[in-house]
């Protein structure tokens, strides 16, 4: 088709502009330089999940040929549509959709976990609500706060159903989804069973894309603040990859500004006794992971061999696909394994009780915090991680303690836990897991100098991508897959024997960590997790030694502590197990 | 038994013996109405009665679908004198047996009395209900026994779709269906012909075939009348609909608890099986069709052709946006066509005498009958099938027999939950798609209730939005929780708790849940509110101004003083010695009206 026979013609307000067919109203009013208000509308484009259900009616405009108020999310432009954002009619609809959804929400925003990040209250704003014509009855839910990770207060939802598109057909994990009708409709797990109860992984995008106050971490913030003010406690901080990439958003920086040192400094000022690097975690379990892959691929499986760091993806494997429980490595996740050697090898080092030490993780990610309470996660009730802060609680916290972000100087992270490479930076973003790994596994295969680490084949954004890497003649097949869906049907052909993999890396968020659900809101605006995954490949390239097995502390703790990767004590601090869950 | 042409069709016709002129045939109604009234229970005990008097061969019993004069019920027909009784009781069942099975008497206590004429009729085709019907949707509808397909045929049966198979291209079909002008009965009133033609222009390796036989609305009945009383019609109509467009699969969408539909419906469905109307190389065309049923749970929303599809395939019952249409992207995503059961139901008819025939009845631009389901303050309660173009007046006054006491008629509520009410102005208005549209009413599915004097609009616009608001399936903003403010807009109002700012509250309200709701259930939610406030302003405004009388009192002006409503009240609130006007103390009044009823002279003033 000639592109001219592709193009339509529309007018916006009067002016006369030329789309593509196909093109959303939204998209030829933003063309014409008209913005229209959305609300349930999302669409992260590359990432494809897009949730335009026109369910909230406040982007509707009028067809002036027609004379009707049309959604323009889902509404396509035909040729010699003319569209008024701005008659009356559409702006008294789109006023009206509002204030009702205003009538039924219980205005706290001043005490909201979402105030001022709020798209209800923008929106109030933006649309000059003053006053809200109709009141009445307003939904009366109970709140859960079963789960570990997610709090869930029904009586802010607006019923956008954002959270209902990442659940079911994002994630596929089909946990959220509106129950009853009419006024009474309320978005619920099946048979309104505790959050804490079904087969949720936790991942958090229903909390990233919730547009107000309905979803929301556990905050945990309260009980740090308790330990920081315990003068007996020894508190130490680790901070995740992905949290210095985002971290100054909150703080009015450009999405994916590096402020690596600014966190470290940040956290000393808040009171932690000690900083470690969640990097340096990283670096460790790619040693591991790596030495583990090299043994099975050399004693014949079991094999694909599946990466392990991330908690959604460990629970949605535990949850939905129980006969494959032997393919994810046994390697604990970074945090655990920073915090198994905080209280073993610092300690004993440092002359602290294990027993004093408390250690809290800064993590861009929700399901962390479940991921800490996991039992096999702990020592004689000794958990490896006593406490999980998402980037967003974080943020609150400088901003409490009136911590001038901005002004900080870059401070350091502290030894012995502190040292991080290239390669463990990238364990921020989808494919850098696998590309860490591959470079220490092929030096360890090979036993050659690698010269050339970056393996540019496995970056990118496609939601399932595969490469191949030669070492000494053997050709290691390698998949990656970000969200859940996308995993789900890589599950599903390793197990019914239609894919054959030697490694796969599985992300549960889009983009991966970088687009975990405890990051700074990104608003539906997939260009910054773009951003922050252009950082961390900054980060990576700027730093000296790229490769996990080189990064000297990490050496260090083999020699000093636990002898050689996949040792005895190796096994007994770094590795984990899994098993089946079965949840609804 | 296979039947492989036209000619064999005729052939089996031809061979069905028809009733002797000498045997009675007792054609006895099992419509809902008439089966509520017991008449399964009449039914049995005919049966009983005639084995035990060996009047098999002399009477034949035939339980048939609905016969429309419903507030009559339970009615049996007597042929060949037609002779009709009404109102018939189990205990009456003997005495007909008696009288006029073994005697050849008329029980003439049980015939109709014309209550304007008090006269006593005797063939129902001679009563008013009946002599301006013209029965085109419910043809066999209470004449033909539903469950015997030998009756459909004998009534001209699948000849249509014989015809269509061996001589029509699938476009001469929605060509002819086009001409003959018929528009969709559920609502909305687009071109039947239109509709399929869309769907044969699609390109699929699938497409489906959907009878929407949800029927929502408060108070209609004629879809299940018709699957209850003629199912081989629509059974007919959907191969003929599949054909059409292009549809091997056919689903018939019916809620579950139509029982009484669905059972005579699957028995069908097996016949048409056996005789090969449905199934592969249907009449050795070449043309393969079957029909499934799928139940629904009964939510009104799930009318709407897109929340029905999302129900057929397992997912809530909510509508989605069109554009994509289900002739487009409709049953699991292909093309689909939807068409409601009375629609379908004159797809045969239609077939069998012509397009030409078809639109020579009705109006301009609304051609054939359209059922309504006749109900409220009238004398005759039941369906009515008239040309288009009927008017209010006709079916209330002459069809309908006017008020039952002879009160005035205030206004007629037409189209359900979705529709609106006329006003006297209007009676004389033909009833056709455009016409209501013009008048802020729409067709609906043909519910028409009629409202006396007494009835209070606010409440009844009130019933109205109750029903929405709970049967709004919650998905967009206006419908879930507008329709929820305007109820309790009328809720304040009703209970005198509201204030006249409500009212300019209630307008922009229910305007703007019109223009901005996703589906047909939101976007017309706020008619009955609005057409009521339009016409009837003064109610709402008595209520608003808190200036409603709600309570009885007297006129002392016509009072007698006696004491016949004192004697009367159940709160003893009326007081007055004899022969002085009496009064009543509002604050104990209950307003029941028994003081008004006992009034001999009309000095008891309703509130």
């Given amino acids: ?584 | 038994m296979r039947v492989e042409s036209l000619d064999a069709l005729k052939k089996w016709k031809d061979n069905i013996p028809s009733p002797d002129t000498k045997t009675i045939r007792i054609l006895a109604c099992a419509g809902t109405s008439c089966l509520s009234s017991d008449s399964d229970l009449i039914i049995e005990r005919l049966k009983e009665q005639i084995e035990k008097h060996s009047l098999d061969t002399k009477v034949e019993l035939v339980r048939t679908g609905c016969v429309r004069l419903c507030g009559q019920g339970p009615l049996l027909l007597m042929e060949p004198e037609e002779i009709t009784y009404v109102k018939v009781h189990l205990d009456d069942v003997d005495e007909i047996v008696e009288k006029h099975l073994l005697n050849g008497e008329t029980v003439e206590r049980l015939l109709y009395t014309d209550p304007k004429r008090n006269e006593i009729i005797k063939a129902a085709k001679n009563m008013d209900f009946y002599k301006k019907q013209k029965r085109i949707a419910l043809l066999n509808c209470g004449s033909i026994d539903p469950w015997n397909i030998e009756h459909y045929v004998q009534n001209d049966g699948y000849e249509a779709l014989a015809t269509v198979l061996a001589e029509n291209s699938p476009q001469d079909v929605v060509d002819i269906i086009k001409e003959s002008g018929l528009r969709g009965r559920g609502g909305g009133g687009f071109s039947t012909g239109m509709k399929w033609g869309f769907t044969l222009q699609e390109k699929s390796d699938e497409k489906y075939m959907i009878c929407n036989a949800d029927e929502g609305d408060p108070g209609a009945f004629m879809d299940r009348s018709i699957i209850e009383g003629d199912p081989h019609a629509l059974i007919e109509a959907m191969v003929i609909g599949g054909y059409a467009t292009g549809a091997k699969e056919g689903l018939i969408y019916i809620r579950a608890e139509y029982a009484t539909s669905i059972e005579p419906l699957r028995k069908a469905i097996e016949d048409a099986r056996e005789y090969g109307f449905l199934g592969e190389n249907i009449f050795n065309s070449g043309f393969d069709f079957d029909l499934e049923i799928k139940l629904g749970a009964g939510a009104f929303v799930c009318g709407e052709e897109t929340a029905l599809i999302h129900s057929m395939e397992g997912q809530r019952g909510e509508p989605s946006t069109k554009p994509p249409f289900p002739s487009q992207k409709g049953y699991r995503g292909k093309p689909s066509t939807v068409n409601n059961v009375e629609t379908l139901a004159n797809i045969p008819v239609i077939l069998r005498k012509g397009a030409k025939w078809f639109s020579s009845i009705g109006t301009e631009e609304s051609k054939g009958t359209k059922v309504f389901a006749l109900a409220g303050n009238v004398r005759n309660i039941g369906l009515v099938e008239v040309p288009m173009g009927t008017t209010f007046r006709e079916i209330v006054f002459e069809i309908g027999g006017g008020h039952p006491d002879g009160k005035d008629i205030k206004a007629i509520q037409i189209g359900g939950p979705s529709g609106g009410v006329i006003t006297e102005e209007y009676f004389d208005t033909p009833i056709d798609y455009d016409s209501l549209d013009s008048i802020g009413a729409m067709m609906g599915s043909g519910g028409m209730i009629v409202m006396d004097e007494d009835s209070d609009m606010v409440e009844i616009a009130k019933f109205y939005l109750d029903f929405t608001q709970d049967e709004s399936c919650g998905k967009c903003t206006p419908c879930r929780i507008g329709t929820k403010r305007m109820y309790e807009i009328l809720e304040r109002l009703t209970n005198m708790e509201g204030d006249p700012d409500d009212l300019e509250r209630l307008r922009t309200l229910g305007e703007n849940i019109q223009s901005s709701s996703l589906c047909g259930l939101g976007q017309s939610a706020p008619n009955p509110v609005l057409s009521t406030m339009e016409y009837f302003a003064e109610e709402y405004e008595a209520y608003a101004y808190r200036t409603k009388k709600t309570k009885y009192s007297v006129d002392p002006e016509k009072c007698i003083g006696c004491t016949k409503c004192k004697r009367v009240c159940p709160t003893d609130c009326i007081s007055g010695d004899v022969r002085q006007a009496h009064t009543i103390d509002e604050s104990e009044c209950i307003a029941c009206g028994a003081c008004y009823d006992v009034c001999p002279k009309d000095a008891i003033i309703k509130p």
């Fill in chain 1, 1 to 584: 088709m000639k592109l001219i026979d592709k193009m339509i013609n529309c007018t916006v307000n009067g002016m006369e502009i030329t789309v593509e067919k196909g093109t959303s109203v939204l998209d030829a009013a933003a063309k014409a330089g008209v913005h229209i208000p959305t609300l349930c509308h999302l669409n992260l484009h590359d990432l494809n999940a897009v949730n335009q259900s026109a369910n909230c009616r406040v982007c509707v405009v009028e067809d002036d040929n027609s004379g009707r108020l049309v959604p323009s999310c889902s509404q396509e432009v035909y040729d010699g549509m003319k569209i008024e954002t701005d008659s009356m009619k559409a702006v008294m609809g789109r006023r009206t959709s509002l204030e009702l959804l205003l009538s039924n929400h219980p205005q706290d925003c001043l005490t909201c976990v979402k105030n001022l990040d709020c798209e209800l209250q923008s929106l109030a704003h933006e649309m000059n609500i003053k006053e809200i014509h109709y009141q009445g009855e307003k939904m009366q839910h109970p709140i859960d706060t079963t789960s570990q990770a997610i709090h869930k207060d029904p009586n802010k939802c607006i019923m956008c159903r954002r959270c209902i598109t990442m659940c079911n057909d994002v994630q596929t994990v089909g946990v959220l989804s509106p129950l009853k009708r009419g006024f009474d409709v309320v978005v619920a797990t099946a048979f309104h069973m505790d959050m804490g109860d079904t087969s949720c992984t936790y991942c958090g995008q229903c909390v990233s894309v919730c547009p107000t106050g309905a979803l929301a971490e556990m905050d945990a913030s309260s009980k740090v603040w308790k330990r920081l003010n315990n003068p007996k406690k020894h508190v130490i901080v680790q901070v995740a990859p992905a949290v210095r990439v985002a971290l100054g958003e909150e703080f009015g920086y450009d999405p994916g500004e590096i402020s690596t040192g600014k966190v470290v400094s940040a956290l000393r000022r808040l009171g932690f006794d000690t900083v470690f690097d969640t990097n340096f975690g990283a670096d460790l379990t790619i040693v591991e992971e790596a030495k583990e892959l090299v043994d099975r691929i050399e004693k014949d499986g079991p094999l694909p061999m599946l990466t392990s760091c991330c908690p959604a993806w460990v629970q949605f494997i535990e949850q939905q696909f129980p006969e494959l429980l032997d393919v994810p490595s046994t390697c604990k996740s970074p945090q655990s394994m920073v915090g198994s050697l905080a209280k073993t090898y610092y300690a004993e080092q440092n002359n602290i009780d294990p027993e004093d030490i408390t250690m809290v993780s800064i993590m861009p990610c929700i399901a962390k915090k479940a991921e800490a309470a996991r039992e096999e996660l702990s020592v004689e009730g000794h958990y490896n991680v006593d406490y999980v802060l998402t980037t967003r609680e974080l943020a609150r916290m400088i901003k409490e303690a009136a911590i001038d972000f901005n002004t900080l100087r870059d401070g350091t992270f502290d030894q012995l836990l502190g040292e991080s490479t290239g390669a463990a930076a990238i364990f921020g973003t989808t494919g850098g897991v696998i590309e860490a790994a591959s470079r220490t596994a092929y030096e360890m295969v090979t036993g050659k100098e690698l010269k050339q680490v970056d393996f540019k084949d496995l970056r990118g954004i496609d939601g399932i991508r595969e490469a191949t890497i030669e070492m000494n003649g053997t050709k290691l097949r390698i998949g990656i897959a970000h969200e859940l869906g996308n995993a789900r049907k890589l599950l599903e052909e390793i197990r019914d024997g239609k894919s054959h993999f030697d490694a796969i890396e599985i992300m549960a968020c889009p983009g991966g960590c970088i687009g975990g659900g405890g990051q700074p809101y990104h608003h539906g605006d997939s260009n910054i997790l773009k951003k922050r995954a252009e950082s961390i490949y900054k980060i990576d390239l700027g730093t000296e030694l790229r490769k996990s097995h080189e990064n000297p502390m990490v050496k260090k703790v083999y020699k000093d502590f636990l002898g050689s990767p996949g040792s005895k004590r190796a096994k007994d601090l770094l590795h984990t197990t899994y098993s089946a869950k079965e949840r609804i």
